[in-house]
């Protein structure tokens, strides 16, 4: 499967800690995507990373990506209650119109 | 700008049935994707539509077709359900698709539930 694969399944925290969620793939790459869905509703765009890039930030968001070993990572800072989401990568691949997904990361922050 | 729709949010069918889900894109945008999701197999890929040309297709049986309309609408229809189809269909809509600049936009999704 070319499909990603994100670490761990399910992440929880206290509020105001970090959140650390990382995502591997398998093949090349043009850009790499985080996406949050809330319970069962539609998926919000996050962040893209180009596969020139290292990292990125937005706002409470740091997104790396090492294509050496085909991995990036999603750091939220300082969490909140409404981060309690899924997070999933999507790869966009090379000479493809789509994205892949992966399985996702369940996160939830405690009050 | 109003984000995608898609129609009926809610449909409740029984095996042997055909069903037909729509997508409004965001106005401007002309590249509409769909995926399946389910909690066994996550987030699908079904196909990607351009001005009117299926672009691209995942790998699902050809019960699953689409197609997009010149005001870039489109629909997707699954014919002869299973109990399998049974999922939240998600709508995305983009610009365009390059390698820069490709971020998608989610609709709410349509959830499909096979009786």
């Known amino acids: 499967s070319q499909q990603g694969e994100e670490d761990p399944q399910a992440l929880s925290i206290q509020e105001g800690e970090n959140a650390t969620m990382n995502c591997s793939y398998k093949?090349?790459?043009?850009?790499l995507q985080w996406y949050r869905q809330n319970s069962g509703r539609g998926l919000v765009h996050l962040i893209l990373i180009r596969s020139n890039e290292r990292e990125k930030h937005s706002g409470r968001l740091r997104v790396t990506l090492d294509t050496s070993k085909k991995s990036s990572s999603l750091l939220i800072t300082a969490s909140r209650a409404a981060d309690t989401a899924s997070y999933f990568c999507a790869t966009d691949l090379e000479g493809a119109q789509k994205l892949v997904f992966g399985q996702g990361t369940r996160l939830t922050i405690n009050p | 700008k109003a984000g995608v729709t898609q129609t009926p949010r809610y449909l409740i069918k029984t095996r042997g049935q055909q069903v037909t889900l729509s997508c409004s894109p965001i106005s401007g945008h002309r590249s509409v994707s769909w995926y399946q999701q389910t909690p066994g197999q996550g987030l699908q890929f079904l196909f990607e539509?351009?001005?009117?040309?299926?672009?691209n297709k995942g790998n699902f049986p050809g019960r699953f077709s689409g197609r997009q309309f010149s005001n870039s609408r489109s629909e997707m229809n699954v014919s002869t359900l299973e109990l399998g189809d049974s999922a939240l269909y998600l709508c995305a809509s983009s610009p365009r698709w390059d390698s820069d600049y490709n971020e998608q936009f989610f609709g709410p999704g349509t959830r499909l539930t096979v009786l």
């Open positions: 539509y351009f001005s009117e040309t299926q672009r």
């Open positions: 093949t090349s790459i043009n850009n």
